[in-house]
């Protein structure tokens, strides 16, 4: 309950990732490249995006020179139970971190704790390992809202990406044929 005389809080902004930081992705340094390498094993397959440099449109923001801490995704609410892994540069992080958003009945997937310098980010990977008995077993369904925003350590910045274009594989091998029909 509120304190008498005291404020109530300001009510948290609209639109993902619904936090106060600054959004705009011109003055980010790097962004998520769409091409994604794909690995199966039997039970999982593994997406792994690569974090790329991009020019900053005004290098005299302090978002310009940032570094990577956290990237969080928009995702189905049926996802959560997907994820088996998240790895960034093909080494295992914590847990994966589900926050539900009660402004916007949405969920957000994030990868925390990141940790790394502008000059590391650059080049970095992200890999999210999604299981094929899952409710979303493929990395376009898992990111079906399309959205994500990278954040600087303190929160400040968080350059958000919306209408992320489909999600390219790259080095996918074809999937084989299947088998023939067994004879009469």
């Known amino acids: 309950s509120q304190k008498p005389g005291k404020p109530p809080p300001p009510p948290v902004p609209a639109g993902f990732p619904w936090c106060r930081c600054d959004k705009r992705t011109y003055g980010a340094p790097f962004f998520i490249n769409e091409s994604v390498e794909v690995m199966e094993s039997a039970a999982d397959t593994n997406y792994t995006m690569t974090v790329e440099q991009k020019p900053c449109a005004n290098w005299q923001s302090a978002c310009c020179s940032t570094d990577l801490w956290k990237v969080s995704f928009n995702i189905p609410e049926v996802c959560k139970s997907s994820v088996t892994g998240v790895f960034i540069n093909f080494n295992q992080t914590r847990s994966p971190q589900f926050e539900y958003m009660p402004e916007s009945d949405q969920w957000l997937y994030k990868v925390t704790s990141i940790g790394l ?34 954040f600087s350590r303190h929160n400040k910045c968080c350059a958000t990406f919306t209408d992320w274009p489909a999600l390219q594989p790259s080095g996918q091998a074809p999937s084989p044929p299947p088998p023939p029909p067994p004879p009469p």
């Open 117 to 150: 310098s502008k000059a590391d980010a650059i080049g970095a990977t992200i890999t999210i390992q999604l299981s094929k008995t899952g409710a979303c077993p493929t990395l376009d369904t898992f990111l079906a809202q399309k959205s994500y925003s990278i």
